[in-house]
C-alpha cells in the first residue's frame, strides 16, 4: 500500500537485526539485513565488512525500498500483503517472494508482480492470502538444508510477519476530510452587558388635590375624595353622603339663629 512503507520496515530490521557474520549463511557479513554483497552492488566498488558495519540508516531505508520493496511493487499491494511480499524479498530474494505471493493468488507465477497479479490481490481476501502465501513459503524453507541452522528464527519470522500482516489486513485508510469551518449566524449575539435596556415609562404626574373650602363637612369630605384616602372607594362615597347630610343639618340650624 502506497505510504506503508515506513511501516513495514521497522518490522523488517525487528528480523534482521544487527550485525551478523555467520559461518554457515550463504550471504557472508550482514548489517541490518544488508548483505556485503548487496551493500558492494550499491556503493559499485569493493568494501570492506568495517564499512558494511557503519552503514548509516538512511542508506539502510534506500536500500530496501529500491531493492525489496520496489521490486515487489509494495506501494499497489493492499495493506498487509505489502508486508508479506516485502519479508519474503529481503528474505529469500524479491523474485520468490513475488512466486509465493502469485501461488497464493492464484495467478502464474512467473516471478514479476505486474497489473494481473495487483489486480488479483485487491480482489482477494486479504488474510486468506497472507496465510497462504506464508505457508507456501514457510513449505520452501523447510526443504533447505540449512533449516536444522536457522530454522528456528525463520519460523519465528515467519510467524511474526503473519501476525502484523493480518492486523495491518484489518486497517482501512482514513478518507482525508476538510473540516469546514462553522457557519457563524449574520446577527451577532448580544451579550449581557452590550443589551440596552427597555426604557421605562415616564412617570405619570398626578394632579395634586386641590383645596376648596369646608362647606358642610368638607374638609372630612376632601379627606376621603381628595386626600389621603381618595382610594377608599365605596368608603369615601359613604362618607360624602354623611358629610353632606350633616352639613344640610347645620344649615338648617344656623337659619334659625340669624
Known sequence: MED?????LPEILRHEGNWADHPKDPGGATMKG????????????????AELRAISDVEVAAIYKRNYWDKVRGDDLPAGLDLVAFDAAVNSGPARGARWLQTALGVAADGKIGPKTIAAAREADAATAINRALDVR?????????????GKGWSSRVAGVRKVALAMSHVRETPKTEHEPPVMSKTAPV?????????????????APQSTPAKGGGWLKGLFTGGALAGGGWIA???????????????????FIN
Open 4 to 8: 506503508n512503507f515506513a511501516r513495514c
Open 34 to 49: 544488508i548483505t556485503i554483497g548487496t551493500y558492494r552492488q550499491w556503493k559499485g566498488r569493493a568494501v570492506t565488512k
Open 237 to 255: 362615597a359613604k362618607w360624602d353622603a354623611v358629610t353632606q347630610g350633616w352639613a344640610d343639618f347645620w344649615l338648617w340650624a344656623f337659619s
Open 138 to 150: 514457510l513449505s520452501f524453507l523447510k526443504g533447505l538444508k540449512t533449516w536444522p541452522t536457522f
Open 191 to 207: 451579550s449581557d452587558t452590550s443589551a440596552k435596556p427597555a426604557k421605562r415609562p415616564a412617570p405619570r404626574e398626578v394632579a
